[in-house]
């Protein structure tokens, strides 16, 4: 199904990382930087295996070294490609639908619940973010990278099941497919492509969002999404 967002979140740990985000600072680290970022639980920021470009069961593989087969290899093989360390990445969640199903006033709760943030989500900080512009949020960013001349890609990260799925993904659309584990997060992505090579962030300016963005505490968010009726 395609997919409406109805707004997107961005989560802080300090206040004051909020208030450059308001002031249309997009502040991007390396996709490198995920990879090695270690969480003590699972499927939160850090993410290893981020921009695999393939992933097959170990079982469907012949390996040799040096001539002899190796036998009896369990587990999964996955292989990346180290430009995409090179990436520069934005991150927000994106409240969406996940499921199709007709709107109607009875069930608006259904509706409510899928547009929730999740538990896991929340705890990544105190202070959120929203925006409820999305089209024009996209635009600006669009629009910006433009005009700095950096190569971007956007879109919604799509997710796969690491224990049923075995090929590959294209070298772009790698960097937009996750491991299932990481579906809570229903991630929209932006990522840039530098010219240069270093391990430094970026911060791109679209100028001042406050006309279509505000702020609030994290763990009010789901408590104040409401559908009062259905448009006509």
Known sequence: MDKHIYFLIKIFDEDKHAEMFLDGILHSKKLSYFRKLYDEAE???GDRHEGVISWYKAEELIIEINGVTLKD??????????SHDNVNIFCLYA???????????ENIPKLIEQL?????????????????????????????????QLN????????????????????????????????HQKEYRFAFYP?????????????????????????EINNEIKISKIAQ
């Open 195 to 219: 010219n240069n090579i270093s391990d430094d962030a970026i911060n791109l300016d679209i100028g001042n969002i406050r006309d279509i963005a505000f702020k609030m505490e994290a763990n």
């Open 95 to 105: 409240s969406y639908q996940t499921e199709n199903f007709e709107l109607t006033q």
């Open 73 to 82: 290899v369990v587990g999964n093989v996955s292989m990346k490609m180290n």
């Open 116 to 148: 929730k943030i999740s538990e896991s989500c929340l705890g990544l900080g105190r202070k959120a973010v929203i925006v409820t512009n999305v089209q024009e949020f996209m635009n600006r960013v669009l629009n910006k990278a433009d005009q700095q």
């Open 152 to 183: 971007l890609r956007a879109g919604l990260i799509e997710y796969y099941d690491p224990k049923i799925f075995s090929g590959k993904f294209t070298d772009d659309d790698a960097i937009f497919k996750k491991r299932i584990e990481f579906s």
């Open 43 to 45: 499927g939160n920021r």
